[in-house]
């Protein structure tokens, strides 16, 4: 079976998906990234997808904090979508997968759009470290804030983007006392796609 089509056949089910939930979610990009350091150990925090396609699901941070030290040292992860509001009982859409960096363009193109405070914020934020005072913090967006007076800022060398490369998209479709619908998009050891419909 030629795996490309159920590939994008599971892209353009996400992309429908994620159209509809931006009508009717507070933030439809919001999503649970997990991941696991070097012993397996996981954590989860939220994080904004800013594009997706065919190659992967893609969001930015700092690349020294601790979620970048993960990836690092793991370089697999999970994406976990929860729209509450769509359907009977809403839809859920899991990732998973091994990470790359975007490339320097593409995240330099990304970090130009963004506001300038927030340009800001990443050179000031040690992400993840332990911090003194607020203040302390504030004190480093006021010497950005000068260092970068009158002139665009530069990407931090540790500020990217990551993209997930999907070996599985599966699609939960919330349903009254709990007979939901899961349809699974999984990658095989050989590269070939399958589609499969999953007890609830």
């Known amino acids: 079976m ?16 994620f159209a509809r939930a931006r009508e009717c979610e507070a933030d439809a990009t919001g999503m649970t990234l997990a991941t696991a350091d070097a012993e397996g ?13 065919a190659r992967g699901f893609v969001f930015y941070s700092h ?17 976990l ?7 009977e009982a809403g839809v859920e859409v899991r990732i998973e997968g091994a990470v790359e960096p975007v490339g320097a363009d593409e ?19 040690r992400q993840s470290r332990p911090l ?16 970068f007076a009158d002139r665009d800022v ?3 060398e540790t500020w990217s ?16 006392f709990r007979l939901h619908e899961r349809w699974l998009y999984a990658r095989d050891a050989d590269g070939r796609w399958s589609k499969r419909m999953l007890y609830p």
């Not at 203040?135 to 804030?145: L, M, V």
Request: charged letters at 25%; aromatic letters at 12%; zero cysteines.
């Open 132 to 147: 003194d005072a607020r203040s302390t913090f504030e004190q480093r967006i006021a010497q950005f804030e000068r260092e």
């Open 161 to 176: 983007g990551t993209r997930v490369l999907p070996r599985a998209i599966e699609f939960w479709y919330g349903a009254k």
């Open 2 to 17: 030629n795996s490309e089509p159920l590939l994008v056949e599971a892209i353009d089910t996400f992309s429908s998906l």
């Open 154 to 156: 530069p990407r931090p």
């Open 107 to 125: 995240a330099d193109a990304y970090f130009a759009s963004r506001p300038r405070m927030s340009q800001i914020g990443a050179w000031a934020s």
């Open 41 to 53: 150990r996981p954590a989860a925090r939220i994080v904004l997808l800013k594009d997706f396609d």
């Open 81 to 87: 979508f929860w729209w509450p509001h769509l359907g």
């Open 63 to 79: 690349t020294d904090g601790r979620k970048g030290m993960e990836l690092a040292a793991n370089p697999q992860a999970a994406l």
